[in-house]
């Protein structure tokens, strides 16, 4: 379904515009008059990250004429494997200035405007209405249900992209002409159920695949050329190497958009409403709970601690907590490990952050280790408090 410009034309180019984007102006489907709404167009990055960086760098290079960023986040050492649009020096540096200086030198054309703050329910809806598009490159399903009801509410479209590991997700959600994200996924996945970028990887690469899509679809529904991906899921698979494009239609039922909507302004509390751990997990962790430098106490003071690391063998590779057992999470809920666990020594769980070792912990315990306590803020705590010269990830 063609839909038509999102965007009206701006007056005129300038020469110095006209030589920049000639590759665009010869192409018949963008010609002056695409080119023109490129300009006139105003598009919101939420997150300056995986997919926002190359979306922003494509945005900006293609002559979009004002360019919004959101991003709280200060760039990390980490980043740098797939966040293309930082450098070595800018390193600890806002992310949202860093990615501002880099479309300065790319485009000096672009009206670039930083919002270096936390999106919330308090100022989302005032920073979208400033907009013509979203584009959401946010890696977390707090934000991701925020962005998609904040943009239904204000009847903006938006551009989504995911990625994991060597899968990427894209569409574009516009209720006025199609689904919303709810419509797709109704209820955010149990808590602990899909781990985060941070916690299994991603690929590098994959964010330029997912974040190029993401682009491309800005482009045409500014134009008002092609086919926007409106109703339809794009899955990529980079190992196999495979585009499918699945059809999602709008739910009668969706809590937001259907025809009987219960959600009819923000949610008070997205990251309540997503759950970082299970309830069952949440109680497991009440007066279970020891912090890293507690950690570090204990085994000072020779205390019979039987530390279990509950996180995967590739992340075991890159820092350990000395005197760990790696016992996968899986394995201990399947029940697979629960026979390598001693009755008489003082059980420790941990994992990254403390997520993981939290649903562990609920299962320790429900096997009867009753004393067993985890790490809040797992080996990430541990590194910063107690052991700064261990790598972090
Ligand atoms: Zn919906």
Redesign the pocket.
């Known amino acids: 379904m063609a839909l038509p410009p999102l965007v009206e034309p701006a007056a005129e180019l300038s020469i110095d515009e006209i030589r920049r984007y000639s590759r665009h102006l010869i192409i018949p489907d963008v010609g002056m008059d695409g080119q023109k709404r490129l300009k006139n167009a105003k598009v919101l990055v939420v997150g300056a990250g995986g997919l926002g960086s190359p979306a922003l760098l494509y945005l900006a290079a293609a002559g979009v004429g004002t360019l919004g960023i959101v991003d709280f986040d200060t760039v990390d050492e980490s980043n740098l494997q797939r966040q293309v649009i930082h450098g070595v020096s800018d390193v600890g540096r806002p992310k949202a200035e860093s990615a501002a200086a880099s479309i300065a030198e790319i485009n000096p054309l672009v009206n670039v405007v930083i919002h270096n703050t936390a999106l919330d329910r308090d100022n989302v809806k005032e920073i979208f209405s400033q907009y013509d598009l979203i584009v959401d490159g946010t890696d977390n399903f707090a934000t991701r249900y925020m962005v998609n009801d904040a943009a ?1 509410l204000l009847g903006k479209p938006y551009v989504w992209g995911s990625i994991y590991r060597f899968d990427g997700q894209a569409s574009v959600f516009w ?1 006025e002409h199609g ?5 797709l996924y109704p209820e955010p996945p149990p808590p602990g159920m899909v781990p985060s970028c941070a916690e299994g990887g991603v690929l590098g690469v994959l964010c330029a695949s997912i974040g190029s899509i993401q682009v491309n679809e800005a482009i045409k529904l500014i134009t008002g050329i092609g086919e926007p991906l409106v109703g339809k899921l794009m899955v990529y698979d980079a190992l196999e190497m495979e585009y499918r494009k699945i059809r999602v239609r ?2 009668p039922n ?1 809590a ?3 025809d009987n909507p219960t959600v009819t302004d923000l949610l008070e509390d997205y990251e309540d409403f997503c759950g970082a751990v299970s309830d069952e997990a949440q109680e497991a962790t009440l007066d279970a709970t020891i912090t890293a430098r507690e950690l570090k106490d204990w085994q000072d003071a020779g205390k019979d601690v039987f530390l279990v690391d509950v996180r995967e063998p590739a992340e075991y590779e890159i820092n350990r907590i000395p005197g760990s057992v790696l016992i996968p999470k899986g394995e201990i809920l399947s029940g697979e490990a629960l026979s390598r666990f001693p009755q008489d020594r003082q059980i420790v769980l941990h994992c990254k952050s403390g997520v993981r070792s939290a649903e562990a912990l609920a299962a320790i315990k429900a096997a009867g280790f009753k004393d067993a306590v985890h790490v809040q803020g797992g080996i990430v705590s541990w590194v910063n408090t107690v052991d700064p010269s261990q790598p972090s990830y």
Do not use: A, H, Q, T
């Open positions: 239904v209720e689904p919303c994200y709810r419509c709008k739910d969706c937001l958009c259907g």
